[in-house]
């Protein structure tokens, strides 16, 4: 947990202070705000399989250290980068090196600290270690975002430059002396039958990220549309509604059924949408954001347990690699497809159709409730 509040420490970080560098000091584009935002992205998910497949036979602690090294590769090129930003187009290139060296730690650390603490934790607590796992990453979330704006506006990107170098490095001063489990000698799984195997719970989980992609996107522009203030109570009720049930349910997986628990988070997300849908004021998109986040916080370790049981054990952290695969395309998916319905319907309508596809979520847990006998068979 705390490696991966870490590693997503120092993605925080860099968040809302990215677009400010790149269009301000070196003075580019939009376009090239968003492929320096976007590397980032498309690097974590190509990383997912390698470091899954790496987790599987070389160990989760090597994963997990190789994670943290990226990490401060990564920072090492954005420091280069302000050295010559000077050069616009050379300091561009070499930031964009730093964002896919830190989407192969995000894939890396995440991969391997999943798998590293189903193996300790055991089959018995596999939803209650993906929801502990899962609660770390969202509170560096949280905490790096207004961290990364504050250090900018006092010292400049070289503070999140060095932070994103530091961080890791002192990290991996904990994580060496840690006993490492070895890995579990089988003959490794193809990459094509492990995603055929996740693929209806990672259907289930993409489903349900459309409507946490519209909430963080867009209910920012519906509050500034509409002339309602404090759009950012949005955001901290979804956070705080949605740690609060990690720790709060966050045993339920493991007790009741993965895919029963996903197919009542799956109701109570689409619901929380709903009331955004129809809000008549700004207090009933809070409240709409906090039974969103209620929801939604169970959701990825019920469709994740479901995931770990459809795989053999020798190939856990592909598995979840995998797994995690589906929420970075579905982020990547939606959100410009959602943007694009804004700009024809309005942005009303992102929220009604977000809420329809989170609940077809709820087809993919009632299939997977169903075949639940025939797998334990």
Not at 176 to 196: D, Y
Request: net charge positive; proline share 5%.
């Amino acid at each position: 947990m705390a490696v991966v509040l870490v590693a997503y420490l120092i993605i925080g970080l860099a968040m809302p202070v990215l677009p400010l560098y790149v269009h301000q000091q070196l003075g580019l584009n939009t376009f090239m705000v968003g492929v320096a935002a976007g590397v980032e992205f498309a690097a974590a998910l190509v990383s997912r399989f390698w470091s899954g497949r790496y987790a599987d036979t070389r160990g989760a602690k090597p994963a997990v250290a190789l994670g943290l090294w990226f990490g401060v590769a990564s920072g090492v090129f954005y420091i280069l980068s302000l050295q010559i930003a000077h050069a616009p187009i050379a300091a561009i290139v070499v930031l964009l090196i730093g964002r896919v060296f830190l989407g192969g730690a995000e894939g890396f650390v995440i991969t391997g600290a999943l798998s590293w603490g189903l193996a300790l934790g055991g089959p018995s607590n596999a939803g209650k270690v993906i929801s502990w796992i899962g609660t770390a990453l969202w509170a560096a979330y949280a905490a790096g975002a207004p961290a990364g704006t504050m250090l900018y506006g006092r010292f400049g990107f070289i503070s999140i430059a060095l932070a994103t170098t530091l961080l890791p490095l002192a990290t991996l001063g904990i994580v060496a002396p840690l006993r490492a489990i070895p890995p579990v000698h089988h003959e490794s799984p193809s990459i094509a039958g492990v995603v055929r195997a996740v693929s209806g719970p990672g259907l289930g989980m993409a489903l349900t990220a459309v409507g946490f992609g519209a909430i963080t996107t867009f209910c920012a522009l519906m509050f500034a549309e509409r002339g309602w203030g404090s759009a950012w109570i949005v955001f901290t009720t979804l956070s705080g509604a949605f740690i609060l049930g990690r720790l709060v349910f966050g045993h339920l997986p493991d007790k009741i059924g993965g895919a029963r628990v996903a197919l009542v988070c799956v109701v109570v997300e689409a619901a929380g949408l709903a009331m955004i849908w129809v809000a008549p004021s700004a207090l009933w998109v809070f409240i709409g954001g906090a039974v969103t986040g209620l929801g939604y916080s169970l959701v990825y370790p019920g469709f994740g347990l479901e995931a770990v049981r459809l795989t053999p054990p020798e190939a856990k952290g592909l598995a979840m690699g995998a797994f995690t695969a589906f929420l970075d395309l579905s982020l990547g998916v939606a959100n410009p497809a959602l943007g694009l319905l804004a700009g024809h319907a309005g942005l009303r309508s992102v929220f009604l159709v977000s809420t329809l596809i989170v609940l077809s979520a709820a087809f993919v847990a009632l299939r997977l409730l169903r075949s639940a006998p025939h797998r334990a068979a």
